[in-house]
């Protein structure tokens, strides 16, 4: 891996793992029942912002993965999260988190 490849991809961990800690709290938030609109919008902002970034470094399972936590827990506007689809969504999460601390190489 060139020294530029490694540079961004050290950064990307870095933003993607602090945006996946926000995600997980927010989650926790819905699956709790205490998760007001923006918060969930942040939510879809965060999943979206860091599924792309992995896509562009060639991450595509790990993109993949994230989108799957999307399409369980994004929902029209106004409409909660289905608390079981917030805790598949936080098991999904641990494996995105495992797979940022592995060689992406």
């Not at 995600?23 to 923006?38: C, K, M, N, Q, T």
């Amino acid at each position: 891996m060139s020294d530029r490849r490694a540079a961004l991809v050290a950064r990307f961990r870095a933003g993607a793992a602090d945006r996946l800690r926000r995600v997980r709290h927010a989650l926790g938030e819905a699956e709790a029942g205490r998760a007001g609109p923006e918060q969930l919008k942040e939510v879809a902002r965060e999943l979206h912002t860091v599924k792309g970034e992995a896509r562009m470094l060639g991450m595509a399972a790990l993109s993949e993965l994230l989108h799957a936590v999307e399409s369980a827990v994004v929902r029209p506007a106004g409409a909660a999260p289905d608390p079981a689809a917030c805790a598949t969504a936080l098991g999904l999460l641990d494996a995105a988190a495992t797979a940022l601390r592995v060689d992406a190489a």
